[in-house]
C-alpha cells in the first residue's frame, strides 16, 4: 500500500528523514486522521521528518473504499501555518474521497484485466496473455539476440476422455495437466492453456537446442505417471509437443506458434506420446506436405471434415443473431487438426473448391433447420477462398445451394478476405455484385491488414465490414489499434456499411466495441465455435429461458 502524499515543494538536503518511514504515517495508513493546522512539527511526537522540516501545518487522512478498508493515506505539509477553518480540512476530506474513489476503480480495472488474463479453471495465462509474454520475449529477444524456444504441448485423445468419462473428468485431467507442465519448467518460463486440451509454453534463456530437447523429453516422461482422479481411479494420459525455435524457424508471433503446431502434428503422426522440431528442410517438408495432402483428399471422402459455428451477437441486446461457419478437420488418428494447418494446403492443391462448396451447403442447410425450427432470422456468415471467387459457375453454385436448402439469400452472409484485387481476379467486382444480386449480403473480412485503398473500399460491393482480430486484441494495450478501429467504424458508417468485430475476448473489448458504435461482435468472450448439435441445444435453451423474441445473452459464456 502506497500513500499518495502532497506536499509543497521544498528543497531538501540528502540527509534529511524519508516521510514514508515515519510512525506518523503509519498512524494514518491504520485509519486515524492527523490535524494540525499550528506548529504541527512540535505536536507531532517522534516524527523526525516532520521536526526537520518545521512544518507549521500538518494534514494526514486515510483513503477508504466503500467497505472502509484504508487504501493509503493523503498527506499535507506546509512551512507556514493553516488558519483555524473547518472548510480546509473538509475540502481536504473530499480530496480524499476523490482520491480513494480513483484508487478503488484502479485496483477493480487491475483486478478485471488480471482475471481476465487467466484460464478459469487452471489459473494459467490465457491464450490472450500468452500473445502478449510472446511479442513481449520477442521484442527482448532482437535486442539481447537470445535464443528461445516455443512448444505446442496438445493431449492426446483427450475428446474420448470428456466424451466416455464427462467434463468433470475433463476439467481434473486438464488442471493436473497444468500442474505438471508447471513442475517441469522454471519460474522465468511462461505455460498457457491456449485452448481446450492445447497448451503453449515458452522457454527463455536458452543456450543449445538440446536443453529443451531434454525438458521436452520430461514433459513426454512426466505426463506418461498415472492420474490418480477423485473417485480413486486411475487414468493414464499422454501428450504430443511440437517445438519451433526463435530466431532459427521464424522471428514473429504468429509464425512460431504455427511452426510449433506443425511440429505437434508431425510428433501425432509419429505415433502420439512424443516431441518433434519443426522441420524446415524442403525434403522432408514437401514429403510432410505430399502425406498431409493424401489425407487431405481421404479426409473428404471419409467425411472427416465437420462445419462448427460461432455465435455472433448484437452489441446491444447481446442476443444471438446469427453465427459464422467455420471449417474444422477430425481425424481419426491425429484428432482435431488446426484449420491454419490445412487451409493453406487445401488453397495451394485447389481442394479449398470443393470443400469450400461443401461448407457453404452445410451451413445453409443447418441454418435453415434452425430458423424454422425456433423461429429466429439467423444469419450465417461463410468464408469464400479467391480460387472460389474465379469459378465462372460461382453464382450458379450459390443459387442452387439456396434453391436447394431453401434459405432466404437475404441471411446469407458471403466473407471475402480484403486482400483479394481486381488484379489477381478481374471479374472480382462483377461476381460479387452477382451475388448481391442473388439477395446475399457481401462482407469485407480481415479488414485492416491488406492494403486497399479507400477508394477501393468505396467501390467494392459489400454490405459489411469485419474488423481484423488482430486490432481487436490490442484494446486497452495499443492506443495505435484503437485509433484503428475507432477509424475503421466511423470510415464503415459513413459509407453506409455494417460493422462485425472478431476476436473479443475480454470485457475491455466488449465495451469499447460498443460505446464506438460496432453493431456485432464475435469472439471467445461470448462462445467458441460450437458442433451443430451443440449449437442447436444453445438456441433450445434460450428459447426455453426467453421465448422466440427474448434476449440469449445469458446463454453466452461471458
Not at 255 to 260: G, N
Not at 441 to 458: A, K
Request: a negative charge.
Amino acid at each position: 500500500m502506497q500513500p499518495i502524499t502532497l506536499y509543497q515543494r521544498v528543497n531538501m538536503p540528502g540527509d534529511a528523514p524519508d516521510p514514508l518511514k515515519q510512525p506518523t504515517l503509519r498512524q494514518v495508513l491504520d485509519g486515524s486522521s492527523v490535524i494540525h493546522l499550528t506548529e504541527a512539527w512540535k505536536r507531532v511526537e517522534r516524527d523526525s521528518f516532520l521536526g526537520f522540516t518545521r512544518f507549521e501545518a500538518f494534514v494526514g487522512l486515510p483513503l477508504r473504499d466503500e467497505r472502509r478498508t484504508v487504501l493509503g493515506a493523503l498527506l499535507l505539509g506546509r512551512r507556514s501555518a493553516l488558519p483555524e477553518s473547518t472548510t480546509i480540512v473538509d475540502t481536504l476530506r473530499v480530496a480524499a474521497g476523490r482520491l480513494a474513489l480513483e484508487l478503488e476503480l484502479r485496483r477493480s480495472r487491475d483486478q478485471s484485466k488480471a482475471k481476465a488474463l487467466q484460464d478459469a479453471l487452471t489459473g494459467l495465462p490465457n491464450r490472450l496473455l500468452f500473445n502478449d509474454r510472446l511479442e513481449t520475449t520477442i521484442n527482448e529477444a532482437h535486442r539481447t539476440g537470445e535464443m528461445f524456444a516455443v512448444l505446442f504441448v496438445d493431449l492426446d485423445r483427450f475428446k474420448n476422455i470428456n466424451d466416455s468419462l464427462g467434463h468433470g473428468v475433463g476439467d481434473q485431467v486438464l488442471d493436473a495437466v497444468a500442474r505438471r507442465l508447471r513442475a517441469s519448467v522454471r519460474a522465468s518460463d511462461t505455460v498457457a492453456r491456449y485452448a481446450g486440451d492445447e497448451f503453449t509454453l515458452i522457454l527463455r534463456h536458452i543456450v543449445q537446442r538440446d536443453d529443451v530437447m531434454r525438458i521436452a523429453e520430461k514433459i513426454v516422461r512426466v505426463m506418461e505417471v498415472p492420474l490418480t482422479l477423485e473417485d480413486g481411479s486411475e487414468l493414464h494420459i499422454t501428450a504430443s509437443i511440437g517445438i519451433s525455435f526463435y530466431p532459427d524457424d521464424a522471428t514473429t508471433a504468429e509464425r512460431l506458434l504455427k511452426h510449433a503446431d506443425v511440429a505437434m502434428y508431425s510428433a501425432k503422426g509419429m505415433g502420439r506420446n512424443n516431441f518433434q522440431t519443426y522441420v524446415a528442410v524442403p525434403e522432408e517438408s514437401h514429403q510432410q506436405r505430399i502425406a498431409l495432402e493424401t489425407k487431405l483428399r481421404v479426409a473428404e471422402r471419409n467425411n472427416e471434415l465437420r462445419v462448427y459455428y460461432q455465435p455472433q451477437v448484437d452489441s446491444r441486446s447481446e442476443d444471438i443473431i446469427g453465427m459464422e461457419a467455420l471449417i474444422r478437420w477430425e481425424h481419426p488418428e491425429l484428432g482435431m487438426i488446426s484449420p491454419g494447418f490445412f487451409i493453406p494446403l487445401a488453397e495451394e492443391t485447389g481442394l479449398i473448391v470443393s470443400i469450400g462448396e461443401w461448407v457453404l451447403r452445410m451451413a445453409c442447410t443447418d441454418t435453415k433447420r434452425w430458423q424454422t425450427r425456433f423461429n429466429l432470422p439467423l444469419r450465417v456468415s461463410v468464408n469464400l477462398s479467391a480460387l472460389q471467387i474465379k469459378q465462372p459457375n460461382l453464382v450458379e453454385i450459390v443459387r442452387n445451394v439456396i434453391d436447394e436448402t431453401g434459405i432466404d439469400p437475404t441471411l446469407l452472409d458471403l466473407e471475402v478476405t480484403e486482400s483479394i484485387s481486381v488484379k489477381s481476379i478481374p471479374n472480382l467486382m462483377e461476381t460479387l455484385q452477382s451475388l448481391r444480386d442473388l439477395g446475399c449480403r457481401i462482407s469485407i473480412d480481415d479488414f485492416g491488414t491488406g492494403q486497399s485503398s479507400l477508394d477501393y473500399i468505396r467501390r467494392f460491393p459489400a454490405d459489411k465490414i469485419k474488423i481484423d482480430q488482430v486490432f481487436v486484441r490490442n484494446i486497452g494495450v495499443d492506443p495505435d489499434d484503437e485509433a484503428i478501429v475507432r477509424a475503421t467504424i466511423n470510415m464503415a458508417h459513413s459509407l453506409k456499411l455494417g460493422v462485425v468485430a472478431e476476436g473479443v475476448e475480454i470485457e475491455e473489448h466488449f465495451n469499447f466495441l460498443r460505446d464506438h458504435g460496432c453493431e456485432e461482435l464475435q469472439g471467445y468472450l461470448f462462445c467458441r465455435p460450437l458442433a451443430p448439435v451443440s449449437f442447436e441445444n444453445m438456441l433450445a435453451e434460450r428459447e426455453k429461458l426467453f421465448g422466440v423474441s427474448g434476449g440469449g445473452a445469458e446463454l453466452l459464456s461471458r
